[in-house]
């Protein structure tokens, strides 16, 4: 059964940090694509960041330069350093993990909430 577990979500002001883990069981963690999206009040799912093996990481425009994906093979772990966070940044964050040529597992999401 694959579960994909997310922590570190909270309440921070805004300027503050955050480091979101997600911890996957279940995959070839290794294999997958691994990666953030995020989901506010009333708006759509979108994309924050995605991680390859191998490749250089794939930012949402509205998160470069303040944001940071890493994974760690060994420990089945993608993480998440948002840095610099804004009112705008406050959404429930999802892990995802993609097999090549397969669909997407999600977790169940973290709340990150930042007041202004």
């Known amino acids: 059964q694959v579960q994909l577990v997310e922590s570190g979500g909270g309440l921070v002001q805004a300027g503050g940090s955050l480091r979101l883990s997600c911890v996957a069981s279940?995959?070839?963690?290794?294999?997958?694509?691994v990666g953030w999206y995020r989901q506010a009040p009333g708006k759509q799912r979108e994309l924050v960041a995605l991680i390859t093996s191998g490749a250089a990481p794939n930012y949402a425009d509205s998160v470069k330069g303040r944001f940071t994906i890493s994974r760690d093979n060994a420990k089945n772990t993608v993480y998440l350093q948002m840095n610099s966070l804004e009112s705008e940044d406050t959404a429930v964050y999802y892990c995802?993990?993609?097999?090549?040529?397969?669909?997407?597992?999600w977790g169940q999401g973290t709340q990150v909430t930042v007041s202004s």
């Open positions: 279940g995959i070839i963690f290794s294999i997958n694509t």
């Open positions: 995802a993990a993609r097999p090549p040529g397969g669909a997407s597992y």
